[in-house]
């Protein structure tokens, strides 16, 4: 309940994910901060059932391992990168032909240099 004081007197919003903790805040006025509710497996858990652990994690952005001594791990999916070579192509119209000259020209500038 110290809590409940605390988000009364300085008018500050609650993080909660609590249900009867947001019932009574609700009922007093106090506004509450939804946060989505991450996945929390013992170090067991994940063991046994890693690669939905997995998939779990790519679909919600993360998951909570914890050890039994208390220790907590995220596992989160890494940012998938891109070749910098991966780039839109433009749409040209070019016959065969112009693409030959393109090239020829290319080719004469080099041996011309």
Request: with cysteine; glycine share 4%; hydrophobic share 40%.
């Amino acid at each position: 309940m110290d809590l409940l004081v605390c988000a009364l007197q300085y008018k500050s919003p609650l993080l909660s994910i609590d249900e009867p903790l947001n019932k009574i805040a609700s009922d007093l006025a106090i506004q509450i901060l939804e946060v989505e509710s991450m996945k929390f497996y013992t170090l067991s858990e994940a063991r046994q059932k890693f690669a939905s652990v997995l998939d779990i994690a790519k679909l919600e952005g993360a998951v909570r391992i914890t050890r039994r001594d208390g220790r907590s791990f995220l596992l989160s999916p890494e940012k998938e990168s891109c070749s910098p070579l991966d780039v839109q192509g433009v749409q040209l119209h070019w016959s065969r032909e112009d693409i030959i000259h393109a090239v020829r020209e290319g080719r004469d500038r080099q041996n011309h240099s």
